[in-house]
């Protein structure tokens, strides 16, 4: 058979199966293979499913505005060997929810904080990667004494301004970033992987689709009010105060969503490191893991 003939019939095998499915099953192995287990908790109002195991000091991880937390996450829970690590699906990803309509990142934090009380976690690292990197930052300038130290992966905190927004926008061409970051349709889903890797790997058709009926459409509403309260978050004021924990930045040098100039600034304004990862855009853990975890354990260590 040619290589052509092997490729051709290899598209056709994975058109007859889930492809999303099949992707997580992978990304469950390597949890299980890092010694984590998934759970499902009730938090009042909310139910939050999660992975956690391993012991040593927690280190809890955020996920972005893509899908849950194990196909952000999946590459970074092996080099954290030797801690106790909680990888939890933020409110309406993956199969966490609350019946309270509350979109805030307040809402996410107090939920994140229940979280880590049910667990009897008082302090941790906190890891967020961009929707997440705000939720650990304010999670961080509410509950210092919760927080030992701080990552922010490619998410500016309170330093991102309507401003900033409003450029995100014009970047794109678009007069919501929902547009962007909440797709509906294929040409959408491939654009998301041009934001996020710097060489994005291809997906078919037909994968695209499957990305849209399993990971967007259930909450597709839920992702675009929480993008709505981002938005009105930006209109009122800054809160006073700033995480008291030390801080470390890591950034993909060619960011699309925030830009490198969103990290130098942070930086400068926190007295932060800077990491940043050449070749990379919006999810520089996910194209360059061995880059990434070098420059992640470096610091919690």
């Not at 099949?22 to 299980?32: N, T, V």
């Not at 994140?112 to 961080?140: P, Q, T």
Request: with cysteine.
């Amino acid at each position: 058979m040619t290589r052509a003939a092997a490729l051709a019939a290899t598209v056709l095998a994975l058109a007859a199966c889930n492809v999303v499915a099949w992707q997580r099953g992978g990304y469950e192995k390597a949890m299980r293979r890092a010694g984590l287990a998934p759970a499902d908790l009730r938090l009042g109002d909310a139910r939050v499913h999660l992975w956690h195991g391993g012991a040593g000091h927690p280190t809890v991880l955020v996920h972005g505005f893509g899908a849950d937390a194990i196909w952000q996450w999946h590459a970074q829970v092996g080099a954290l060997a030797g801690r106790r690590v909680i990888v939890p699906d933020l409110l309406w990803f993956g199969q966490s929810a609350s019946a309270v309509r509350d979109f805030s990142i307040a809402h996410q934090v107090r939920v994140l904080v229940a979280l880590l009380d049910r667990l009897g976690v008082a302090r941790a690292d906190l890891v967020g990667i961009s929707y997440g990197g705000l939720v650990a930052y304010e999670l961080a300038r509410l509950h210092p004494s919760r927080v030992t130290r701080l990552v922010l992966v490619d998410s500016p905190g309170r330093l991102y301004t309507l401003r900033d927004y409003h450029e995100l926008c014009r970047r794109f061409a678009v007069k919501d970033v929902g547009e962007v970051l909440v797709p509906e349709d294929v040409a959408g889903v491939k654009r998301l992987l041009e934001l996020a890797y710097h060489d994005p790997p291809f997906m078919p058709d037909f994968a695209a689709r499957q990305v849209l009926r399993d990971l967007y459409a259930p909450s597709r509403r839920e992702k675009l009010a929480l993008l709505r309260a981002l938005l009105a978050d930006l209109e009122r004021p800054p809160p006073p105060g700033r995480p008291g924990a030390p801080l470390y930045l890591i950034w993909g040098r060619e960011d699309p969503v925030f830009p490198l100039e969103l990290g130098r600034r942070l930086a400068r304004a926190h007295g932060a490191s800077l990491a940043v990862i050449a070749r990379a855009r919006h999810a520089p853990n996910l194209e360059h893991p061995a880059t990434f975890n070098a420059h992640l354990t470096g610091f919690l260590r």
